[in-house]
T-cell receptor, first 116, second 115 residues
Framework: DTAVSQTPKYLVTQMGNDKSIKCEQN?????MYWYKQDSKKFLKIMFS???????INETVPNRFSPKSPDKAHLNLHINSLELGDSAVYFC???????????????FGAGSRLTVL | GENVEQHPSTLSVQEGDSAVIKCTYS??????FPWYKQELGKRPQLIID?????GEKKDQRIAVTLNKTAKHFSLHITETQPEDSAVYFC??????????????FGKGTHLIIQP
């Protein structure tokens, strides 16, 4: 039973298209994130949501819009895709608070986006 | 914001030897320092972490040390095995206990274990 699942695993699309990546976690965590991993393997945070509220919005083009319908889901919608958007996008979740294990990230398997 | 520097970017060691990866961070308020391992084509997974009230932590062949004064921390892997080959990421964050701040990752070290 997958803890953090994201779909699709692979996505190949043309420049200018709009696409979405979905993420769901069944761990009961309060916080969910989107990270982007580029071709050089650099992991960079994009967004963080805590109980459906946006906490972090790093310097990301406004073509990227996260949506959190409930605390178990955090979807990523990308408008007008560009070549530079090609990357692996990882969803992650973590509990928060002072309990042991708080803030440990559990990652999804990643969604590889290729823009042609 | 926090900035994490990691080196080396690539490390090749003979099987059985030790490997050391070093990281520095910029924000003295950071108090949580995890290490993630990412095998080829897989997701990053936590292998060990340390909080700022501890100077060293060990888990079998893996140990992490933290020097808060110098703002650097290191991962030590002893008796390396082929399955240790992967990309390793250090990270840092300010753990305020109630927030949702994300981790700032280093750029990763590609560890290669030579047979």
């Amino acid at each position: 039973d997958t803890a953090v699942s994201q779909t699709p695993k692979y996505l190949v699309t043309q420049m200018g298209n709009d696409k979405s990546i979905k993420c769901e976690q069944n761990l009961g965590h309060d916080t969910m994130y989107w990270y982007k991993q580029d071709s050089k393997k650099f992991l960079k945070i994009m967004f963080s949501y805590n109980n459906k509220e946006l906490i972090i919005n790093e310097t990301v083009p406004n073509r990227f819009s996260p949506k959190s319908p409930d605390k178990a889901h955090l979807n990523l919608h990308i408008n007008s895709l560009e070549l530079g958007d090609s990357a692996v996008y990882f969803c992650a979740s973590s509990p928060t608070g002072t309990i042991s294990g708080a803030n440990v990230l559990t990652f999804g398997a990643g969604s590889r986006l290729t823009v042609l | 914001g926090e900035n994490v520097e990691q080196h080396p970017s690539t490390l090749s060691v003979q099987e059985g030897d030790s490997a050391v990866i070093k990281c520095t961070y910029s924000d003295s308020a950071s108090n949580y320092f995890p290490w993630y391992k990412q095998e080829l084509g897989k997701r990053p997974q936590l292998i060990i972490d340390i909080r700022s009230n501890v100077g060293e932590k060990k888990d079998q062949r893996i140990a992490v040390t933290l020097n808060k004064t110098a703002k650097h921390f290191s991962l030590h892997i002893t008796e390396t095995q082929p399955e240790d080959s992967a990309v390793y990421f250090c990270a840092a964050r300010i753990d305020s206990g109630g927030g949702a701040d994300g981790l700032t990752f280093g750029k990763g070290t590609h560890l290669i274990i030579q047979p």
